[in-house]
């Protein structure tokens, strides 16, 4: 048996590796590491994965596909699932399995493998992607069947068989980070009056730390998607990066929240998105002038189904697809540049300009050169008020 297993390098990838072995009739074991931006040595995963036991070891940069193909297309959505959670995870698990499942097919293997948990969402992401797109390949959830339900069983478990684990670092968090943002659980966050401890953050600086005073940036928005900076034309993964570093000195984009998962439990989910948070925020103001009423009121539905779909690990399902290309047309001029202004822990828009603007000064000014024929709104009101006037005749009884 051939299983391409999804690594990490942490502890229940790496205890993953000798575990199927044992388990799967000493199958011979590929490991994938696709780099979303999480800033590790890929060179070192790949060593490493070798020295526990892997066969092969694919390691790639993935940032450019994952902003791209995946991120992009949700930040034209608008899509933040429950209002707020930009799904840096959510959008990297379906181009993570895409690629696994690539590589099973490349080197003829009958499984690929996965070290998510029960209780997340993670694994639906993987296993629904992989489900729909290599429809004949098994799937392995080794932490659903291993009784190893401790982290100290699983350290015993490498200990015993000589597999390097990560040392046990002070911090007892753990954490799923990309370029697009960074999710922090640890125990003392399931109480959920506590604060965050100040040295769970990764992304952002604390905002009682950030600079003095307050600072500007305009974002260039070409149909949808943010291309420059102050006036600089950057690459996706470019913009993204100093997006994190100019927002995130400022403290900007961290969020601390309740959140309903797929598989039926709230959990309480801290993330930080020092780019995707103002970049949502620029984004959806463009959309302000530039989209005519029914259109925007229209997609913040959509989003908001978007944005389930993707939470729901069915970003590779023909109702995604059919939404996206809605999307895509509305974003044809939503061209133009909006600036934000940044402070302690605050991103602000101040101006919003478009060749593609709907704004007519002409028309909403209440000074000289009101262009807006105030007659006319007399017969709107005759029209518009004719069905509740009818109403109000015929039924509306009593009180209010
Ligand atoms: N609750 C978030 C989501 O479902 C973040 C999950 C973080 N994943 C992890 N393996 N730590 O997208």
Redesign the pocket.
């Known amino acids: 048996m051939k299983i391409v297993c999804a690594y990490s390098g942490g502890l229940d990838t790496s205890v993953m590796i000798p575990w199927l072995k044992e388990h799967y009739g000493d199958a011979e074991i590929i490991t994938y590491t696709g780099d979303l931006g999480q800033g590790e040595d890929l060179e070192a995963i790949r060593a490493k994965a070798l020295r526990t036991g892997a066969s092969h070891a694919v390691v790639e940069d993935l940032r450019r596909p994952f902003l791209d193909e995946f991120v992009m297309p949700a930040l034209r959505a608008g899509a933040l699932?429950e209002g707020r959670?930009h799904?840096?995870?959510?959008l990297g698990?379906p181009l993570l399995a895409r690629r696994l499942v690539e590589v099973a097919e490349e080197h003829g293997a009958d499984a690929i493998a996965h070290g998510?948990?029960a209780k997340?969402?993670?694994q639906v992401?993987f296993e629904i992607a992989a489900q729909t797109l290599a429809p004949h390949l098994r799937v392995i959830a080794p932490l659903r069947e291993w009784d190893m339900v401790t982290r100290e069983m699983e350290v015993d478990y490498a200990l015993e068989r000589n597999i390097e684990i990560p040392i046990t670092k002070e911090k007892p968090y753990?954490?799923?980070w990309n370029i697009w943002g960074c999710?922090i659980?640890c125990g003392e966050m399931e109480d959920l009056w506590a604060e965050p401890p100040e040295d769970v953050w990764q992304m952002t600086k604390d905002p009682a730390d950030a600079p003095k005073g307050s600072r500007e940036i305009v974002i260039g928005f070409q149909s949808g998607t943010p291309v420059s900076i102050d006036g600089e034309q950057m690459d996706s993964v470019q913009i993204v990066e100093m997006m994190n570093k100019i927002c995130g000195d400022y403290g900007v984009g961290r969020i601390d929240m309740i959140?309903n998962?797929?598989v039926g439990l709230k959990?309480r989910?801290v993330?930080e998105g020092p780019a995707a948070i103002p970049l949502h925020l620029a984004h959806a103001e463009l959309e302000r002038l530039v989209l005519d009423r029914s259109t925007a009121h229209y997609k913040a539905k959509i989003a908001q189904d978007f944005a389930d779909l993707v939470?729901d690990g069915l970003w590779f399902s023909p109702l995604r697809d059919s939404l996206q290309a809605f999307i895509e047309h509305t974003q044809r001029f939503v061209t133009g540049d909006v600036r934000l202004r940044l402070s302690a822990g605050l991103a602000q828009v101040t101006g919003r300009r478009s060749p593609y603007s709907l704004y007519d000064e002409g028309l909403a000014t209440y000074s000289d050169g009101d262009t807006f024929d105030r007659r006319t709104a007399e017969g709107f009101m005759a029209i518009y008020g004719l069905p509740y006037k009818t109403w109000g005749r015929v039924q509306r009884r009593g009180g209010y």
């Open positions: 699932y959670y799904m840096h995870t959510s698990r998510c948990t997340g969402n993670d992401r753990s954490i799923d999710a659980e959140e998962r797929v959990s989910e993330y939470y």
